[in-house]
């Protein structure tokens, strides 16, 4: 009874003509930047947080969640007829989407795709609302060992998980955990690695790192890469799929929603990793693997379920723990504090018409982007026939914007577009920029619980084994290391990337 009261109270604010409308923006502004290759939704995200500045938390925080689970949506739409995905999580919609397009089934590949994330997304948004209570009452237990413990458990499964070399989602972590402590030490006032710049003294900014990772360094990416707009001047007919092939997608779509539920919980999972995962299970799965890459059906539901189940239960560590567990997630943090909402288990007991409120939200902003998909795909395509080289000095422009408003410094625009330039080297290398990200954010977290749990210890370091709760974490970071460097297990992980 306590969950449908809680729904009760989330359906309530969601509901309000005020936040109906933010959730409507935030679906209609994510799916045109899932729509439009090279612009992430974290980028978006980074350039519209300052916007929100003035808005209730609960319609800021609607919006921003609709622009994540939007762009899900929007992905598949170039990806399916551009080969180019709109966002990285439809990467895997590209194989089958793309040969269904050209053999003129673009129509039901669109509709499945829509209607994939739609099944998935609700089924997610009920996983959200079950497992938030429990893991919150968990979380009330946490003390500083436990969460410093927690968050070595978060960086290892991001090695784990990463694409690439694990040697090189280390380094990443490093890196990205010793310039998360650029600035003036809080404690003692010193100032570390911050080489005599000023601008540096607050350490490095969150928002121009991302949108240098994950805006240029992406359009850099996305205009070296060939583009077949020949399917646009193709009038798209016969949406819906058939009777047989909703019967082919069914468990497709089944298996790539519990799938992407479980991995988004995940750090550095999200629907990305969810994606590829689901394509890689399909496939296993399948009577006749030989139909995946050719134009099957099941290859464009099973993935599409995924990366929106993925994207939406990613919201559960950040809702309930306070950790981020993907960078957009991190940006998600940065949001709730601006709105002096600090992230963690007592937002569920202090504030929970904002937690209820973006939960209910999201089964409606599911809702009106499966409305609302469907009769605009017309005007996504008309979208996409605007030359990339065109729009790219405009996405460019709003970056700069974006970057320079968060703090009014120009210092910002260059970091940002340093970050730029590494991303496009990290894209070169084969290293990911998630764990880097999620290292960056991290480390003044984990930082500031280390000395927190050594000052109430007295020095003692054995304190992150005598707590069982931190023991136990600490265990399963420590087993997940052993696995990964196994030689059979190594080599099936790089075989499933390699796929």
Known sequence: MDLIANLATGFAVALTPANIGFCLLGALI???????????????????????????????????????YGAQYGGSTTAILVNVPGESSAIVTCLDGHQMAKQGRAGPALAIAAIASFVAGTFATVVIATASAPLTWLALKFNAAEYFSLMVLGLTGAVVLAHGAPEKAVAMVLVGLLLGLVGI????????????????????????????LFGI?????????????????????????????????????????????????LPGGGAAL?????????????????????????????????????????????????????????????????????????????????????????????????VLNLPMIGLWVSLLRVPYRLMFPAIVLFCCIGTYSVGNTVFDIWVMLLFGAVGVFFYKVGAEPAPFILGFILGPLMEENFRRAMYLSRGDPMVFVERPISA????????????????????????????
């Open 217 to 265: 360094a992406e359009l850099a990416v996305t205009l070296g890469r060939p583009q077949d707009r020949s399917l646009l001047a193709v009038k798209i007919s016969n949406l819906m799929p058939s009777r047989t092939e909703i019967r082919q997608c069914i468990p497709a779509m089944i298996r790539g929603t519990v799938l992407g539920s479980v991995l988004g919980v």
């Open 472 to 499: 136990l974490l600490l265990a399963m970071a420590l087993g997940l290391l052993v696995i990964l460097v196994l030689p059979a297990v190594k080599r099936k992980r790089e075989e499933v990337f390699k796929e």
């Open 274 to 370: 969810s994606s590829f995962a689901a394509y890689a299970v399909e496939k296993k799965w399948s009577r006749t693997p030989e139909r995946f890459g050719r134009g099957a059906i099941e290859g464009v539901a099973a993935p599409e379920a995924a990366n929106n189940a993925g994207a939406q239960t990613s919201f559960i560590p950040l809702l309930t723990l306070g950790i981020p567990g993907n960078a957009i997630m991190a940006l998600m943090v940065g949001a709730m504090m601006i709105q002096g909402v600090q992230p963690g288990p007592q937002v569920m007991t202090a504030q929970p018409q904002l937690f209820w409120g973006v939960i209910a939200s999201m089964w409606l902003g599911n809702l009106m982007l499966i």
């Open 30 to 68: 994510g799916t045109l930047v899932g729509v439009l290759p090279g612009i992430a939704p974290i980028t978006t995200i980074a350039i519209l947080l300052p916007f929100t500045f003035s808005l209730p938390p609960a319609s800021s925080l609607i919006m921003l969640a609709g622009i994540f």
């Open 185 to 212: 030490d809080v404690n003692t006032g010193a100032p570390r690695m911050t080489m005599d710049i000023a601008d540096l003294g607050d350490g490095i900014g969150f928002v121009p790192i991302a949108i240098g």
